[in-house]
């Protein structure tokens, strides 16, 4: 009698629109088994049922504010379970303000932060030590090319992202666990209508597709890449960024942001 090979089992979180539910599309295809993680659960339900019928997963829904420490630790359980192992963790959800710091409540801000950096933390802990202990795994930060720039709280958290993957691939390269920090330009998702920007200014040779980002983070992933910019031209801005001095970075996003709202700063970028 033989035994089947489990297949490997991938948790994305905000996977149900824009970046994620491309990463779950994706996945699924190349034979992942699925844990979909967002708020909205109706949403879940319909891409669960997609992702069953279009490529015969197994496909769990797990909804969860990550913004709630409580349905955080939920999600966190799940991610560190070695009865189900997680093989893929993908951080994705996140959102922007829209708005300048000053403008803008506290409790957002929080909010923002809960999301785009405790998540984060807290899923890549519950994440790595069980994938330390297999000698396998790895896990996807989904940062951003603001990380690079000076575009409100959102750069600022998106800056930890990239840096604390940087210190997490240090620590878990050793034992054969790949850690990535993805760093997309602006991607056509709901991103932008979310946090109502108004995006007009925005060439279009700016915009991303959701499907090639997530084709050239998984190739650099099988690469080993820590940090994953993807297209040549976002490859191009990020070394350029590197170049120049911190002054100019901070002159040339400072003014961007301000061109985008009616007179205020954006707060969350892409
Ligand atoms: N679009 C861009 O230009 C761009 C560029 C660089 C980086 N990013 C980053 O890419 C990631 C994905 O964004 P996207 O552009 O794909 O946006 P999106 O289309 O708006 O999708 C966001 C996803 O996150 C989920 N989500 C939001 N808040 C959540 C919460 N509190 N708890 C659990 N799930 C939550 C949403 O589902 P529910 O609403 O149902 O919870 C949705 O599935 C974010 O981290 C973003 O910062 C985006």
């Given at each position: 009698m033989t035994t089947a090979t489990p297949r490997p089992t991938a948790l994305v979180t905000?996977?149900?629109?824009g970046l994620g539910l491309a990463f779950a599309r994706r996945l699924a295809a190349d034979g992942n088994d699925l844990v979909l993680v967002a708020r909205d659960v109706p949403r879940l339900d319909r891409v669960a049922d997609e992702l069953r019928s279009a490529y015969g997963r197994r496909v769990e829904v797990l909804p969860a504010d990550l913004a709630d420490r409580g349905q955080l630790q939920r999600v966190a359980d799940r991610v560190a379970d070695t009865a189900r192992p997680v093989d893929l963790l993908v951080n994705n959800a996140g959102f922007g303000l829209g708005h300048g710091f000053v403008d803008g409540r506290l409790p957002d801000e929080e909010r923002l932060l809960d999301v785009l950096v405790r998540a984060v933390l807290v899923l890549s802990h519950a994440a790595a030590g069980p994938m330390r202990d297999r000698g396998r795994g790895a896990i996807i930060n989904v940062s951003?090319?603001?990380?690079?720039?000076?575009?409100g709280s959102y750069s600022a958290a998106k800056a930890w992202v990239t840096t604390f993957t940087e210190g997490l691939a240090n620590e878990l390269g050793p034992h054969g666990v790949r850690v990535t920090a993805l760093c997309p330009g602006?991607?056509?998702?709901?991103f932008h209508q979310r946090a109502h920007?108004?995006?007009?200014?925005?060439?279009?040779?700016a915009w991303l597709d959701a499907d090639d980002v997530v084709d050239a983070c998984l190739a650099d992933v099988r690469r080993g890449r820590v940090v994953s910019v993807p297209s040549a031209r976002y490859k191009a801005a990020v070394l350029l960024i590197r170049l120049v001095p911190r002054s100019v970075v901070r002159r040339i996003t400072g003014g961007f942001s301000r061109s985008r709202t009616s007179g205020a700063t954006v707060g969350g970028a892409h």
């Amino acid at each position: 009698m033989t035994t089947a090979t489990p297949r490997p089992t991938a948790l994305v979180t905000g996977a149900t629109s824009g970046l994620g539910l491309a990463f779950a599309r994706r996945l699924a295809a190349d034979g992942n088994d699925l844990v979909l993680v967002a708020r909205d659960v109706p949403r879940l339900d319909r891409v669960a049922d997609e992702l069953r019928s279009a490529y015969g997963r197994r496909v769990e829904v797990l909804p969860a504010d990550l913004a709630d420490r409580g349905q955080l630790q939920r999600v966190a359980d799940r991610v560190a379970d070695t009865a189900r192992p997680v093989d893929l963790l993908v951080n994705n959800a996140g959102f922007g303000l829209g708005h300048g710091f000053v403008d803008g409540r506290l409790p957002d801000e929080e909010r923002l932060l809960d999301v785009l950096v405790r998540a984060v933390l807290v899923l890549s802990h519950a994440a790595a030590g069980p994938m330390r202990d297999r000698g396998r795994g790895a896990i996807i930060n989904v940062s951003s090319v603001s990380g690079f720039v000076v575009m409100g709280s959102y750069s600022a958290a998106k800056a930890w992202v990239t840096t604390f993957t940087e210190g997490l691939a240090n620590e878990l390269g050793p034992h054969g666990v790949r850690v990535t920090a993805l760093c997309p330009g602006f991607v056509h998702t709901e991103f932008h209508q979310r946090a109502h920007q108004r995006m007009t200014q925005v060439p279009r040779p700016a915009w991303l597709d959701a499907d090639d980002v997530v084709d050239a983070c998984l190739a650099d992933v099988r690469r080993g890449r820590v940090v994953s910019v993807p297209s040549a031209r976002y490859k191009a801005a990020v070394l350029l960024i590197r170049l120049v001095p911190r002054s100019v970075v901070r002159r040339i996003t400072g003014g961007f942001s301000r061109s985008r709202t009616s007179g205020a700063t954006v707060g969350g970028a892409h």
